[in-house]
């Protein structure tokens, strides 16, 4: 079955500092692959997402490349801001037919940015 | 617009209990989903409703479970009895469309403990 897997955290970084964080998949065909992120004490909101093979998602100095031939979703950042800190979430949807917009996730990896 | 919301936002009950999450999707969307995260592990998918039938509830655990969503609006979903395992964070999304590309928007979830 379909399946995300990304880097454990927790993951701490100084300000300014630049941001990997890894993210493969399994999936039959080609999914859609998202990134979540939960700020402290709000809900998940999408950051960013990408529909095809080597498109690039961007968004709020965020970027991820989807690379098919890695099955990989790695988001990176340039330079990461105290802001940023919150718990970063994988995902995808399954091109297959069965699936309704379900989201499949990874265990999400918590980012602290100290000043 | 207001956003996806949850009630209550934490829980704490007692092994044996009923407890009853509720989650008002944004207005217009059609599609609303129940997500779960236990803790240290991957958000795992529930159900899914279009309007109010379920679409798909392939991911309910078990008949202590239940899920509505009358007159397709808000939704509830009931634990009965509630037994340990069951603590985690309960989120609710929804969507106009449900598909590829499907872009979902949280809650802030529902923190469930049972002691």
């Known amino acids: 079955g379909n399946s995300v897997t990304q880097m454990e955290g927790p993951v701490t970084l100084s300000e300014e500092a630049f941001l990997t964080i890894n993210c493969t998949y399994t999936a039959t065909g080609y999914p859609s692959l998202f990134w979540y992120v939960q700020y402290p004490g709000e809900g998940l909101q999408l950051l960013l997402k990408a529909t095809k093979a080597d498109d690039k998602g961007s968004n709020k100095g965020f970027e991820a490349t989807y690379r098919k031939e890695t099955t990989s979703f790695h988001l990176e950042k340039g330079s990461v801001q105290v802001s940023d800190s919150a718990v970063y979430f994988c995902?995808?949807?399954?091109?297959?037919?069965?699936?309704?917009?379900?989201?499949?996730f990874g265990k999400g990896t918590k980012l602290s940015v100290k000043p | 617009e207001a956003g996806v919301t949850q009630f209550p936002s934490h829980s704490v009950i007692e092994k044996g209990q009923t407890v009853t999450l509720r989650c008002d999707p944004i207005s217009g969307h059609d599609n609303l989903y129940w997500y779960r995260r236990v803790m240290g592990k991957e958000i795992k998918f529930l159900l899914h409703?279009?309007?109010?039938?379920?679409?798909?509830e392939s991911g309910m655990p078990n008949n202590r479970f239940l899920a509505e969503r009358t007159g397709g609006t808000y939704s509830t979903l009931k634990v009965q009895p509630a037994e340990l395992e069951d603590s985690g964070v309960y989120f609710c999304?929804?969507?106009?469309?449900?598909?590829?590309?499907?872009?979902?928007?949280f809650g802030q979830g529902t923190r469930l403990t049972v002691v």
């Open positions: 999304a929804s969507s106009q469309e449900a598909g590829f590309y499907t872009e979902a928007f």
């Open positions: 409703f279009v309007k109010e039938s379920k679409q798909d």
């Open positions: 995902a995808l949807i399954g091109d297959d037919g069965g699936s309704q917009g379900n989201l499949i």
